[in-house]
């Protein structure tokens, strides 16, 4: 009876859990090309112009560098693009990442994250916890 007062106690407490969302970030799949599209913006909300020129750097979880201030193209329309090939989408896991920008006497940093997966989806935490509860309920011998 005590091992149920404890399965019943972790079901309920885990169950609010699963309202915690989690930000998503961009999501590559392995392997694969993808453009990696950083929109540009002054702090005044008006975008970047055809003349801007932006850097990207991007760093492993380890820390060091995949991509190191390679040039972006300007799309003309406030966003700058680099090209990510099959080799730069290859090694699973998470990626962060650093743009600067400079346009005229305006200049900036911004910040983003990604990952690679080896499909380009992301478990949910909701169908990870399905997955757990499941598991838990078939394989749990209920003992009086």
Known sequence: MNNNKYFLTF???SLFLIGVSQVSATIYEQSTDADLIIPCAYSTGEICSTSGVC???IQYNNGSYL???LPMVNMDNGDFKYVLDENDTAVLG???GKVYCI???YNGTGFFTYSVTTNGN???NSRSYCFIYNHIL????WVD
């Open 11 to 13: 079901l309920i407490v």
């Open 55 to 57: 850097n990207v750097s």
């Open 67 to 69: 991509v190191d201030f």
């Open 94 to 96: 998470d990626y962060n």
């Open 103 to 105: 346009d005229g006497s």
């Open 122 to 124: 992301r478990i949910t």
């Open 138 to 141: 078939n394989n749990h011998r």
